[in-house]
């Protein structure tokens, strides 16, 4: 028979495995899917259609369609035009999820510099109208553009290790270059809640 001393240390042993070994047998977490986050085109006000190939998928590490000083893990963009009378508007939604949120941080400044620059005849400034931002996102930045005829509105938001890069045409140019209203600050501010709305669920939802 087993000495008093044997039993304990036999069941000091499972005490301590049995817990790695049940956290072993766990499900992983569950990771959103990009394409669950976006934006559905009857989710846009007005007369907005997506691309036809539907959303485009970056090319991981290292490929982000962002281009350089990237690391992102996954990358996913939806294209979205609007008739503008006979012209044309135009917007996309750019989600990024990185393995660490120390890895989006970095990337959210690099973003925020390289999407924010001046044109030769016309600025980024904070919007005309009080907009409401993103009350979940770690960190955003709301930005449109003053002295360009089709005026658009850029939202660069951080949600953990998620990056979202969304822009919107306020105004589009018709055949003869005229601008024309396609989408205003209410719907703007209508979509950047939706967008806090999709992000806050989703990405909660892989905390669970």
């Known amino acids: 028979m087993r000495s008093t001393g044997e039993e304990r240390l036999c069941l ?10 049940l956290g072993s047998c766990r499900p992983r977490e569950r990771v959103p899917q990009l394409e669950q986050l976006l934006l559905e085109k009857n989710e846009i006000p007005g007369e907005w ?3 036809p190939g539907g959303p485009q998928a970056g090319q991981g590490r290292g490929g982000s369609p962002l281009g350089g000083g990237f690391n992102a893990q996954e990358s996913l963009v939806q294209y979205y035009y609007h008739p503008a009378g006979d012209g044309t508007a135009g917007a996309h939604e750019r989600i990024l999820r990185f393995g660490r949120s120390s890895d989006a941080e970095d990337s959210y400044e690099v973003l925020k510099d390289s999407v ?15 907009i409401r931002g993103p009350a979940h996102a770690a960190e955003s930045t709301l930005q449109c553009t003053r002295g360009r005829r089709e005026q658009m509105c850029r939202l660069v938001a ?16 018709t055949s003869q270059l005229e601008a024309v209203s396609v989408f205003t600050y209410e719907d703007l501010e209508t979509v950047i809640q939706l967008v806090d709305q999709k992000m806050t669920m989703g990405t909660s939802e892989a905390l669970r």
């Open 12 to 21: 000091l042993i499972v005490c301590v495995m049995f817990p790695l070994i």
């Open 49 to 51: 259609t997506t691309s």
């Open 116 to 130: 924010f620059v001046d044109g030769l005849e016309w600025t980024w400034e904070d919007p005309e109208h009080a």
């Open 158 to 173: 951080r949600y953990d290790e998620y990056l979202v890069d969304l822009k919107i045409d306020l105004y589009g140019l």
